[in-house]
């Protein structure tokens, strides 16, 4: 049953290829480097920077900005043809004191670093110099991380990407159009769900580019949501660990543009590294093996 399937969202084609699942070189590792000194520990602020926001004395969580930034504020602010001042903003969010993992979140601490981002977004969109803010968070080495104590990274940019500004236009057009958003028909069409409450719906998109890809969507298109309702989402997505037991991921937070944005639902991208990126997928097309059908099998099993 290996298809071409279409995303609505990413405009772009996937290819759902189960059969592919059995080849022998699909899992690598790597073993993971031990830090003796976490910088992100409670007790070792002093290697990082001081403090932009934080929570509670002594601190639950901080926000500081990145060591290693690649966009700061004290950086220049120009547009050439082919080049771009660095000004922008680059932060770390230390989500909670405790050295665990993601899914080892009290529902506290999942309610603490949405509220933090929320204060973030809200604070970085009125330098209007920003045009856009992403939002991240790599777990384990396969997805990128450099650091094990958690955290999730914010940059804000002085423009927007190609890619996502192609895809804001579409949405934008959609929902002049058709007077509703393009994620109300996205939604709609989509079944999979696997949880769902009165702000938000978690479901195992049919076009997905990687296996149990999760995209969490706000069912309304006004930005502010509840911190509760998320970490609610959140807390039901520890069932993971016990489908696919400790796995690296990444969490994109797609936040809506600095623009008014009615056209756009708050949403977020749960990406777990089963399987490494290849050629095919550099190249522009990319294979999931597990279609999402069999994922939401599992879901159901494992919730039940
Ligand atoms: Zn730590």
Redesign the pocket.
């Known amino acids: 049953m290996n298809e071409f399937r279409y995303d609505l969202l990413r405009d772009e084609w996937v290819i759902i290829a189960p059969n592919r699942l059995h080849r022998p070189d699909m899992f690598y590792e790597i073993k993971e480097k031990k830090a003796k000194t976490?910088p992100?520990?409670r007790g070792?602020e002093n290697f990082s920077e001081k403090d932009i926001l934080r929570f509670g004395n002594p601190w639950v969580l901080r926000v500081v900005p990145n060591k290693f930034r690649s966009l700061a504020i004290e950086n220049p602010y120009f547009f050439n043809d082919n080049k771009i001042g660095s000004y922008g903003a680059h932060e770390i969010v230390i989500d909670t004191y405790r050295?665990i993992k993601f899914f080892d979140f009290e529902k506290s601490e999942f309610v603490n670093l949405f509220k933090a981002l929320k204060i973030r977004y809200n604070d970085l969109r009125k330098d209007n110099k920003l045009k856009h803010f992403i939002c991240f968070k790599n777990e384990g080495i396969k997805a990128g991380a450099t650091q094990?104590?958690p955290h999730t990274q914010i940059l804000a940019l002085p423009f927007i990407p190609i890619q996502i500004e192609k895809n804001l236009l579409k949405y934008k057009a959609y929902f002049d159009n058709h007077k509703k958003t393009i994620f109300e028909e996205y939604i709609k069409k989509e079944n999979l769900i696997v949880f769902e409450n009165s702000e938000f719906i978690a479901l195992l998109p049919k076009a997905s580019k990687f296996a149990f890809e999760i995209r969490i969507i706000k069912k309304n298109n006004f930005f502010d949501f509840d911190e509760n309702n998320l970490a609610e989402v959140f807390e039901y997505l520890k069932i993971t660990k016990k489908i696919l037991g400790e796995i690296d991921f990444n969490l994109i937070f797609n936040f809506a543009p600095f623009e008014d944005a009615r056209y756009f639902h708050f949403n977020i991208e749960f990406i777990p590294r089963l399987f490494n990126i290849a050629g095919g997928e550099l190249s522009g097309i990319y294979t999931n093996v597990v279609a999402p059908e069999i994922a939401k099998k599992a879901f159901d099993d494992f919730g039940s």
């Open positions: 976490c992100f520990c070792n050295h094990s104590h």
